[in-house]
């Protein structure tokens, strides 16, 4: 596998990151600011450099490489696989009737499941319901088929997000890589760093995503009462404090975000489904935590592993950045420190990362994680 990164300068030139390679038929993920990615060609520009290639991008809340995090431009990596085939599928949500659920459903079906080891998703982070998303998609995936990604990202904003596959970003898509290979070995992991506190509370009304109701009582009263003076700052105070989600059946409890608010409904409208009857707690981190949380999770991805790894895939969300603030780049030190120097680091922060829990092979909406995945062939 070749790899090689570049990064698009103030001039709107494209800089090589390290050695200058040739490259075959690479498959380009790219990933930038979204208000950057609307104001040039980037398709374009990158396509006159890699006459082949096959481009994906996607807006973030800040893009990664083994060197940075990038807040303001756009970064591209070039992978070109030597021993496996990749195949790209796309859907737009602003171009059907189908719901989330469908949505994901259809987007896998495209994909011939003969010898398919790992699909990488890179989707729309505005419109879709994220949770139904990956219901979809593991509806119709073989168990064995390992599914991670994440939703674009508009920084800070929420205005929009926007991704494309071969064509300049639009609204709406959702793209899926479907890797083949028998040489391909793949693992990931997945951690938080985030600490419940304060009293359960029963989820008593809901609607998909939408949380009207904690204990018989508003669920925006209680959760301003919560942050105290940092409900003025809502709704960005908000992604740093999730909650944790226990819904009834599940094993596991899930971290949900708070992606707005409306004040008319007193409601929270949350990155994922929460069920009536789900129990929640409130959630807070720190700077330490949440270093840490990437450090155990890379080191669990590279556990067992019978090969090294060449290509990490690291999608981290929005609300671990904001609270490593300044210090954002401790999250990638600490993936670096542990893989080495010699994978590529590619990536991104989100608005929801997806992802099987630890132990598992199904995939999930998270938010407020870390998630790695690790390739090599």
């Known amino acids: 596998m070749k790899r090689m990164q570049l990064t698009r300068n103030e001039k709107g030139e494209w800089d090589f990151i390290g050695e200058k390679k040739d490259l075959n038929k690479p498959l380009i993920l790219v990933f930038g600011n ?18 082949n290639a096959h481009i994906v991008i996607g807006s973030s809340c800040g893009n990664v490489t083994s060197q940075y995090v990038e807040d303001s431009s756009v970064t591209a990596t070039a992978i070109d696989f030597e021993n496996s085939e990749f195949i790209i599928k796309t859907s737009n949500v602003l171009n059907t009737d189908l719901d989330s659920f469908k949505t994901g459903k259809e987007l896998i079906e495209q994909f011939p499941l003969e010898g398919l080891k790992f699909v990488f998703v890179v989707s729309e ?12 998609m593991k509806s119709v995936v073989p168990q064995d088929v390992l599914i991670t990604g994440g939703l674009c990202g508009d920084s800070e904003r929420f205005e929009r997000t926007i991704a494309s596959y071969n064509e300049e970003p639009k609204e709406g898509e959702i793209i899926a890589i479907g890797l083949y290979g028998e040489s391909l070995e793949i693992s990931f992991s997945i951690f938080g760093g985030w600490t419940p506190f304060g009293p359960e509370r029963i989820v008593t009304k809901s609607d998909g995503n939408v949380l009207f109701e904690l204990d018989n009582k508003p669920a925006l009263d209680l959760y301003k009462q919560y942050l105290g003076d940092k409900s003025k700052e809502l709704p960005s105070a908000a992604l740093l404090y999730p909650l944790n989600v226990q819904i009834e059946g599940e094993e596991q409890s899930i971290v949900r975000s708070i992606l707005n608010i409306d004040n008319d409904k007193n409601a929270m ?4 489904d929460i069920p009536v009857g789900s129990k929640v707690q409130l959630m807070m981190t720190n700077i330490d935590n949440i270093a840490n949380a990437s450090e155990m999770a890379v080191k669990r991805a590279n556990k067992n592993r019978i090969k090294d790894s060449e290509l990490v ?8 950045k904001l609270v490593l603030d300044q210090r954002v780049e401790k999250e990638v030190e600490e993936v670096v420190d542990v893989i080495g120097n010699v994978p590529t680091v590619c990536g991104f922060y989100s608005y929801g990362e997806i992802a099987p829990f630890n132990g598992e092979n199904t995939c999930r909406l998270h938010n407020q994680t870390i998630t790695v995945t690790l390739i090599s062939e």
């Open 34 to 51: 979204r208000l950057v990615l609307e104001s040039i060609p980037v398709y374009q520009e990158l396509k006159d450099i890699f006459e």
């Open 125 to 136: 982070g505005s419109f879709i319901n994220g949770s139904k998303l990956t219901e979809g």
């Open 269 to 272: 409208i949350l990155a994922g």
């Open 313 to 320: 895939l690291f999608v981290s969300c929005i609300g671990r």
